[in-house]
Nanobody, 121 residues
């Protein structure tokens, strides 16, 4: 089991930026970010391999969000630019056995506790 701790959420105006961080302990897995808006299902946002290559994104964030990782620190980041009110959600860090698995919320190994992102219009 890997422990995941997110940070960096907050309140920002539309058009602004935030950077989320996720510190992981233990073995290095493929990593992903998901989000869950109030009353909606948790949805995939972005994923990255254990080595930090091959980022993939949901269409709704492509071109605005960037996922990256620091392999030495075993940390993953989500840089969010041009934020929109519809990006408001609790954002979760996730770890999985592969990028394919980690993109599927039913196959994620471990979840972080989540961090709230609120974008005001």
């Amino acid at each position: 089991q890997v422990q995941l701790v997110e940070s960096g959420g907050g309140l920002v105006q539309a058009g602004g930026s935030l950077r989320l961080s996720c510190a992981a302990s233990g073995r290095r897995y493929a990593m992903a970010w998901f989000r869950q808006a109030l009353g909606k299902e948790r949805e995939f946002v972005a994923a990255l391999s254990w080595s930090g290559t091959g980022g993939v994104y949901a269409d709704s964030v492509k071109g605005r969000f960037t996922i990256s990782r620091d392999v030495a620190r075993n940390a993953v980041y989500l840089q969010m630019n041009s934020l929109k009110p519809e990006d408001t959600a609790v954002y979760y860090c996730a770890a999985g056995d592969s990028m394919t698995a980690t993109r599927d919320r039913t196959r994620v190994r471990d979840w972080g506790q989540g961090t709230q992102v609120t974008v005001s219009s």
